[in-house]
């Protein structure tokens, strides 16, 4: 079992930076494929990005493309979100999840969550 715990939302204003953490306990997620997805009041849970387990490949939504940045390590359980330029419409709850379906867009194929995250930008 996995859990998950996501950490560094607040309030920033457009045009600012965040990152957000997502740290893991109970197993390494080492061998999983970590991604970030959010979910703004009254809309659907929406994919934002993805790296491989092995932190060589990212994968984005075309609308944070060039602005969000995924890292992680390995060592540490540990996964992170950068947010730059941030724009009003990017305010959400933000989740980490891990799966091992790389690439995938849609959370069904994400086994382990954690309790999100909220993020608020102001214009």
């Known amino acids: 079992q996995v859990q998950l715990v996501e950490s560094g939302g607040g309030l920033v204003q457009a045009g600012g930076s965040l990152t957000l953490s997502c740290g893991a306990s109970?197993?390494?997620?080492?061998?999983?494929?970590m991604a970030w997805f959010r979910q703004a009041p009254g809309k659907e849970r929406e994919f934002v990005g993805v790296?491989?387990?092995?932190?060589?490949?990212?994968y984005f939504a075309d609308f944070v493309k060039g602005r969000f940045t995924i890292s992680r390590d390995n060592a540490k359980n540990m996964v992170y979100l950068q947010m730059n330029s941030l724009k009003p419409e990017d305010t959400a709850v933000y989740y980490c999840?891990?799966?091992?379906?790389?690439?995938?867009?849609?959370?069904?194929?994400?086994?382990?969550w954690g309790q999100g995250t909220q993020v608020t930008v102001s214009s």
């Open positions: 109970g197993r390494t997620v080492s061998y999983y494929d």
């Open positions: 790296i491989s387990w092995s932190g060589d490949n990212t």
């Open positions: 999840a891990a799966g091992r379906i790389y690439g995938s867009g849609r959370p069904m194929d994400y086994t382990y």
